[in-house]
């Protein structure tokens, strides 16, 4: 009889770790393009480091994000349970500030006079120890902030995923996804961050004979790229807050969505193309008006303050 109650405890649990592999498959899927962007934008703000301070950044954003998930996880099955609604106003408020930090990043790009830690420009490094502390933790406080939006997104489409789920398994499948996508993303910005010391490595092997030849010029080839794709992707990670902010605006916004989709729908064979353009857009709008926004208010609190004084 104990026999039997074990082996069918073990099939149990059997059936709850499939069910639980199948719906975070499911949901890795559905949120594999605001991956994507994760990637991009969270190695873009890492990028500018010091080669010897790179990985410890990394690592704190790192520890910053698996934070985040320890409020998002608790706090999205409470609203979704209590308040629903929220849910999409939260997501809204987030893409707008995630368009608001993608269009103030464009303005740094192509302003030559620029506040702060980016006075000197994009080639800016501290030139002290103090200085490199505040630097660093600017850079810091920026990745987790946007990490969360961008986390709260991946939680979402996860929650919609196993919204019939039992809760156990709603809580289980989100533990999941969340630790997986933690580890995944900030794996491969390390793997990036540091992809010339790679290639340095693989071009002084010592490997003989043609497989050595291409292993020297495998690394070389990564030497000469990694400032390139640095540097590029320090733009497609402003451009993917354009598209992931875009994309909540739109989605919190139903006229506005609707209008999207009737032009996705009347395109014949670019629809998806489209699409991301349109979201592209929408975004770059948003971060537009909410930097006009929040520079007149600034400049209203600003005026206010010199007539008093």
């Given at each position: 009889?104990?026999?039997?109650?074990?082996?069918?405890?073990?099939?149990?649990?059997?059936?709850?770790?499939?069910?639980?592999?199948?719906?975070?498959?499911?949901?890795?899927?559905?949120?594999?393009?605001?991956?994507?962007?994760?990637l991009a934008v969270n190695a873009e703000q890492v990028t500018g480091m010091k080669p010897d301070r790179e990985l410890p950044v990394v690592w704190a954003v790192f520890k910053g994000s698996l934070i985040n998930k320890a409020i998002l996880v608790p706090s999205a099955l409470v609203l979704?349970?209590?308040?629903?609604?929220?849910?999409?106003?939260?997501?809204?408020?987030?893409?707008?500030?995630?368009?608001?930090?993608?269009?103030?990043?464009?303005?740094?790009?192509?302003?030559?006079?620029?506040?702060?830690?980016?006075?000197?420009?994009?080639?800016?490094?501290?030139?002290?120890?103090?200085?490199?502390?505040?630097?660093?933790?600017?850079?810091?406080?920026?990745?987790?902030?946007?990490?969360?939006?961008?986390?709260?997104?991946?939680?979402?489409?996860?929650?919609?995923?196993?919204?019939?789920?039992?809760?156990?398994?709603?809580?289980?499948?989100?533990?999941?996804?969340?630790?997986?996508?933690?580890?995944?993303?900030?794996?491969?910005?390390?793997?990036?961050?540091?992809?010339?010391?790679?290639?340095?490595?693989?071009?002084?092997?010592?490997?003989?004979?043609?497989?050595?030849?291409?292993?020297?010029?495998?690394?070389?080839?990564?030497?000469?790229?990694?400032?390139?794709?640095?540097?590029?992707?320090s733009w497609i990670g402003t451009l993917a807050m354009f598209l992931v902010g875009g994309t909540f605006v739109a989605e919190g916004i139903h006229p506005l969505e609707h209008a999207i989709e009737a032009a996705v729908s009347a395109s014949v064979g670019w629809g998806a193309t489209l699409?991301?353009?349109?979201?592209?857009?929408?975004?770059?709008?948003?971060?537009?008006?909410?930097?006009?926004?929040?520079?007149?208010?600034?400049?209203?609190?600003?005026?206010?303050?010199?007539?008093?004084?």
């Amino acid at each position: 009889m104990a026999g039997s109650s074990f082996f069918a405890l073990l099939d149990d649990i059997a059936a709850l770790l499939d069910d639980i592999a199948i719906m975070s498959k499911v949901a890795a899927k559905k949120s594999a393009s605001v991956l994507s962007d994760d990637l991009a934008v969270n190695a873009e703000q890492v990028t500018g480091m010091k080669p010897d301070r790179e990985l410890p950044v990394v690592w704190a954003v790192f520890k910053g994000s698996l934070i985040n998930k320890a409020i998002l996880v608790p706090s999205a099955l409470v609203l979704s349970a209590v308040l629903p609604a929220a849910v999409k106003w939260l997501l809204l408020a987030g893409g707008i500030y995630l368009c608001y930090v993608g269009y103030e990043a464009i303005k740094d790009k192509f302003s030559r006079t620029k506040h702060g830690d980016t006075e000197h420009g994009d080639s800016y490094m501290p030139e002290n120890a103090q200085e490199l502390a505040e630097y660093e933790g600017r850079k810091i406080k920026g990745a987790i902030k946007t990490d969360f939006i961008l986390s709260a997104e991946i939680i979402v489409i996860t929650l919609n995923v196993v919204a019939s789920a039992p809760l156990y398994q709603q809580i289980l499948t989100l533990i999941v996804i969340a630790l997986a996508m933690t580890i995944g993303v900030y794996g491969l910005v390390a793997g990036i961050v540091r992809l010339d010391d790679a290639g340095l490595v693989l071009a002084r092997s010592k490997a003989k004979g043609a497989w050595g030849k291409l292993i020297k010029n495998m690394g070389q080839v990564l030497v000469a790229t990694a400032p390139f794709l640095m540097k590029s992707l320090s733009w497609i990670g402003t451009l993917a807050m354009f598209l992931v902010g875009g994309t909540f605006v739109a989605e919190g916004i139903h006229p506005l969505e609707h209008a999207i989709e009737a032009a996705v729908s009347a395109s014949v064979g670019w629809g998806a193309t489209l699409k991301v353009a349109l979201f592209a857009v929408v975004g770059i709008m948003a971060g537009f008006v909410a930097a006009v926004a929040i520079g007149g208010v600034s400049r209203f609190y600003k005026l206010r303050a010199n007539q008093s004084s």
